[in-house]
């Protein structure tokens, strides 16, 4: 039977409109932005295309929101209660989340039906954050006499810009350390999956959120930079490419304002001599499969010994066949489309790059067979590959290992860091003591044992090229904070 897609209306109350300043506001224009389903190829719906007097428009509500708005005066408990609000609301919109995540993005329905609950639990923690982060400490000053305070504040304006492959949670961990701390903020949502933000927005209607504390629009890349320049925003929080936080990295230092930056990966996995190959293969290929591959953590350089390398190649190669490819709505399918024909497109030509580089196409690589409509590919696995070769040193942002045989454990761990990126990597070995001391020589923010392991609960981000700052747990609101030193001749009267 044909699967037809909900209508934007029935799935968000105001896709033809913009969040700003507490209403939903028509932009300056009637441009359109064609939203399609990655599974059918069709189009879902149409989001409202915002232009630079609709990016001014939204910045103007947030800067007025935080110089003379009630929200960075309120308590940090007070607005504690608004965040955990929203965390309420949230939770019963799990069915409208589930709609749009798999059509946009191709995450598969059976993770998309978790999404929303996971999704609260952030708010969640923030919101209790904020009645027990030390927002205030005493310091003794340095000469000794005297009362001194550090007090952490907010930053101000943010611009939270997040990316296509998991809006929903990318947002919520800028928005909600953001909110408790008491900024104003500014969601740009991307072209190709501005539901979950739009969705957010509805939230924070929902609950009365006061004016002008969250606007959200969606905007392609020339609408975006305007945010980014606007010296009324204090600081960008912002999640893609390499590429475009190397652009915003740029623009903000011109101006010495705030960044945050989660950026790309190519993360490896170093399988040691003494790891279970078997296990090892289906862990990988279980996590690297998660939302196709679109995963900027994703585990994809494998890092063997050239004894095992051969082995290792068939298990991983089998693994990943094994994996069921097709429609994000049935519950069967392990591995679930692309998020559009630019990224189908794109990984299509990094396997022809293998290919044509001499790397061995293990398995995978082309269209699934019965699978003529919507952005599939097969599960891809190259052996033989040479880490500076295109595809071990370029993010592909889809399913495709590159397995890399190397001398011995100094060399795995050396070709592991030979790379610009840094956020994630995994060491395979039966000797949690061997996996310590090979988590100590690896430049990456996170290193997990036996799996592909990132904790969003303690905090998440990159060395080099990956990014800066961390996002998640308490780290998580470091970023949204400005400490400030008071001194004082003696204690005030909340001290004495």
């Known amino acids: 039977m044909t699967r037809i897609a909900p209508s934007a209306h029935s799935v968000l109350s105001h896709p033809d409109r913009f969040y700003i300043d507490g209403e939903w506001v028509r932009g300056s224009s009637d441009a359109l932005i064609d939203v399609i389903d990655s599974n059918t190829e069709s189009l879902f719906y149409q989001v409202a295309e915002a232009r630079a007097a609709d990016i001014a428009r939204a910045v103007e509500a947030a800067r007025a929101a935080f110089d003379r708005g009630p929200w960075p005066r309120m308590t940090h408990a007070q607005r ?25 993005s191709g995450q598969l329905i059976k993770l998309a039906r978790t999404g929303a609950a996971t999704a609260a639990g952030t708010l969640d923690f923030y919101g209790r954050l904020a009645d027990t982060y030390a927002w205030e400490e005493v310091v003794t000053p340095s000469s000794g006499t005297g009362f001194g305070l550090v007090v952490h504040e907010p930053v101000g304006t943010v611009a939270a810009i997040v990316p296509w492959n998991s809006p929903i949670m990318s947002a919520l961990r800028k928005i909600a350390p953001a909110l408790v ?45 305007e945010l980014v320049r606007d010296p009324r925003i204090d600081k960008v929080s912002f999640t893609g490419s390499t590429a475009v936080g190397r652009r915003i990295g740029m623009i903000m230092a011109d101006r010495v304002g705030r960044c945050t930056l989660e950026l790309g990966g190519k993360s490896a996995a170093v399988i040691l001599d003494d790891a279970d190959l078997a296990a090892a293969a289906e862990s990988i290929a279980t996590t690297e499969c998660r939302l196709a591959g679109q995963v900027c953590s994703a585990l994809t350089r494998i890092v063997v010994t050239r004894s095992r390398h051969d082995e290792f190649v068939e298990a991983l190669g089998a693994a990943f066949a094994a994996k069921r490819v097709g429609d994000a709505f049935d519950e069967s399918t392990q591995v679930g489309p692309l998020a559009s024909a630019k990224q189908l497109r794109r990984v299509e030509h990094y396997v022809e790059v293998g290919r044509s580089e001499g790397a061995r196409l293990v398995t995978g690589g082309g269209r699934p067979s019965g699978l003529d409509r919507g952005y599939f590919v097969e599960p891809t696995v190259f052996g033989g590959v040479h880490n500076s070769s295109t595809i071990a040193s370029e993010e592909i942002f889809g399913p495709v290992l590159s397995v890399i045989p190397a001398r011995d454990e100094d060399d795995a761990v050396r070709i592991a860091n030979d790379s610009r990126y840094g956020l994630n990597a995994s060491v395979f070995t039966t000797d949690v003591d061997r996996a310590r001391g090979v988590a100590g020589r690896l430049r990456t923010g996170t290193v997990g044992h036996n799996a592909d392991r990132i904790d969003f609960g303690i905090g998440f981000g990159g060395f080099k090229q990956s990014g800066i700052g961390r996002e998640g747990g308490l780290l998580g609101i470091l970023p949204y904070l400005e400490a400030k030193t008071v001194l004082l001749d003696g204690p005030p009267a909340e001290y004495r």
């Open 80 to 104: 504690g209660e608004y965040v955990r609000a929203m965390a309420e609301e949230l939770r019963g919109r799990s069915e409208t989340l589930s709609e749009i995540w798999p059509r946009e």
């Open 181 to 225: 701390a008491g900024c104003t903020t500014v969601l740009k949502a991307a072209p190709e999956a501005p539901g979950a933000p739009y969705l957010i927005a509805e939230v924070a209607d929902a609950v009365g959120l006061p004016r002008g504390v969250l606007n959200v629009v969606t905007a392609d890349r020339e609408a975006s930079e």
